[in-house]
């Protein structure tokens, strides 16, 4: 049973950093990608970053330069730099992994809230 935890949210200034961090756990044989994604309220989820199995990034415009995305055995992470109250959101870990078929995998969220 594949469950992703969250956490590393919380409130910051415009222009401080935030390190999300995301704890993958339960087995798996192999995954595509993992990454963050983002949603407001009364707005659809939004891609913000991703990091494949051989550790291609990528981005969304908004947050290139400002984000990364990095990983290890059992940890997905994204470091946020000068926050903007536009990054406020609820953020969201997902994993795309094999398990008895290809399966995606999310989180329950984490808040980020930038204030001006």
């Known amino acids: 049973h594949v469950q992703l935890v969250e956490s590393g949210g919380g409130l910051v200034q415009a222009g401080g950093s935030l390190r999300l961090s995301c704890l993958i756990s339960?087995?798996?044989?192999?995954?595509?990608?993992m990454g963050w994604y983002r949603q407001v309220p009364r707005k659809a989820r939004e891609l913000v970053a991703t990091?494949?199995?051989?550790?291609s990034t990528n981005y969304v415009d908004s947050v290139k330069g400002r984000c990364s995305i990095s990983r290890d055995a059992a940890n997905v992470y994204l470091e946020m730099n000068n926050l903007k109250p536009e990054d406020t959101a609820v953020y969201y870990c997902?994993?795309?992994?094999?398990?008895?078929?290809?399966?995606?995998?999310w989180g329950q969220g984490t808040q980020v809230t930038v204030s001006s």
């Open positions: 997902h994993l795309n992994a094999y398990n008895l078929g290809w399966r995606d995998y």
């Open positions: 339960g087995s798996f044989s192999k995954f595509d990608y």
């Open positions: 990091i494949t199995s051989t550790d």
